[in-house]
């Protein structure tokens, strides 16, 4: 697995503000090692150079006179024992060595003292120096650095958020208008939406793209525009001529069969050429309001009559309208679809009954046939897909779902095995 595919994509304003964040924290981070340097150099002047310049002092005072050891600072504490003898001084002073500063612990004391020791001749000073002061400081210290960091860090994240809402203006008014063009419409100018000069070469470059779709679009509308009438109008005559052909009594049985095919083809050739160019022009006038009823009872006819003089008669369709149901589609489209499905399940149903029920806006058709095979159920609805033994292109289910997408319809399918296979078509 690669790296890429491990890590989130980010978009991009997460991906300003983990940058302004981590300069951030990086920011606060040296305010924080300043401040503890600060307060390691306070401290260290505090115990040791404090310390030392008071043993000087109460040493000077002592080798002068022993007497003036007895007035001392508030906070300081002096003990003068015989060397060696630590039995009188507190037992964290017991093993404290000559000259040496450190930090020491005295008991029922809130905080650390500064203890150091001085030998003078036969005697040794002890020097005790509070250090509650500097410890209050230091965490009062703390306490401004965390008030001044978490201040720091919220102002940060509110500019940050500020900031990235002003990047990404320009972006969204981009994507905006982007989201606005419609092939074929004049567009809008994505330049205007951006005033940025690092955006201008993505909206060079949609420019581009848009101006190749348009002349695609352009292409496509003039080949419908042509084909719709240079399809249209010879197959219409193919169909009123095989009519006229049809109506002829003197025509043999076997003519009459060979007529009705020719028609049969013809007819559904016209109906595909009318639900690709509905694909193709992207334009259908979805307010004309369609019944259902009508339709599948002219679709019922059409198939009827396809079979009328065949040697396989049609076979017997039953249809039970429990309740009108509209559309908003061109009946065209819909008698497309019904008409597929219809002659779906005459190919799998052989000569059984056909039952047709329309209730509260579903259409149900059924076959009585051998059913289709689960592996093939769920491709049935694939372009070019074909069964074992269907007869025809594997177009026929591929226009009843496409169609069904655009009007907002819905196709389920459920079959079993030698029992038959339903259609059930929801208009909502």
């Keep these: 697995m690669s790296r890429s595919r491990l890590l989130p994509r980010l978009g991009l304003r997460p991906r300003f503000l983990l940058a ?19 307060l390691d150099v306070l401290e260290d002047d505090m115990i040791h150079g404090e310390l030392a310049r008071d043993m000087d002092r109460i040493a000077a005072l002592y080798e002068r006179d022993p007497a003036l050891l007895q007035v001392t600072e508030p906070g300081l504490q002096v003990f003068v024992v015989p060397r060696g003898d630590t039995a009188s001084l507190p037992p964290s002073l017991a093993h404290l060595p000559d000259g040496r500063s450190h930090e020491v612990e005295v008991p029922d004391a809130e905080y650390e003292y500064g203890a150091t020791r001085r030998d003078i001749g036969d005697k040794s000073l002890y020097l005790l120096l509070d250090l509650t002061p500097v410890e209050r400081l230091e965490k009062e210290l703390i306490g401004v650095a965390w008030v001044v960091g978490l201040g720091a860090l919220f102002l940060a994240v509110t500019l940050a958020l500020w900031l990235s809402q002003l ?30 000069r690092q955006l201008d070469v993505i909206v060079e470059a949609f420019d581009s793209v848009l101006d190749r779709f348009d002349a695609f679009v352009a292409r496509e509308q003039a080949f419908t525009e042509d084909a719709s009438h240079e399809l249209r109008t010879p197959l219409a005559t193919a169909i009123s001529s095989i009519d006229l052909m ?42 004309c309001i369609t019944p259902v009823s009508p339709v599948v009872r002219e679709a019922i006819a ?31 489209m819909l008698l497309s679809v019904v008409n597929n499905l219809l002659r779906n399940a005459i190919e799998h149903g052989g000569t059984a009954r056909i039952d047709i029920v329309l209730d509260r806006g579903c259409l149900t058709i059924r076959d009585h046939g051998k059913g289709i095979a689960p592996a093939a159920l769920s491709r049935l609805f694939d372009r070019r897909f074909r069964g074992a033994h269907s007869r025809g292109q594997g177009l026929g289910l591929y226009l009843v779902k496409r169609i069904s997408e655009r009007f907002g319809w819905t196709v389920d399918v459920s079959s079993t095995l030698g029992t038959g296979t339903r259609f059930d078509l929801r208009f909502h």
């Design 167 to 196: 990047v990404m203006r320009p972006v969204r008014g981009l994507a905006e208008r982007v989201s606005r063009v419609v092939p074929g419409q004049q567009r809008p100018q994505l330049r205007i939406a951006t005033g940025d």
């Design 20 to 38: 302004t964040l981590a300069l951030v924290f990086v920011v606060l981070g040296g305010f924080v090692y300043a401040v503890s340097e600060f």
């Design 246 to 287: 049809a109506a002829d009594e003197s025509l043999s049985t076997k003519s009459r069969t060979r007529l009705m095919r020719a028609r049969s083809a013809t007819a559904r050739m016209h109906e595909l050429i009318e639900s690709l160019l509905l694909f193709a022009r992207e334009e259908t006038d979805e307010r």
């Design 302 to 332: 059409m198939q009827q009559e396809l079979f009328a003089g065949a040697a396989q008669p049609c076979p017997e369709i039953g249809f039970d309208a429990r309740g009108e149901a509209e559309v908003s589609a061109p009946a065209s």
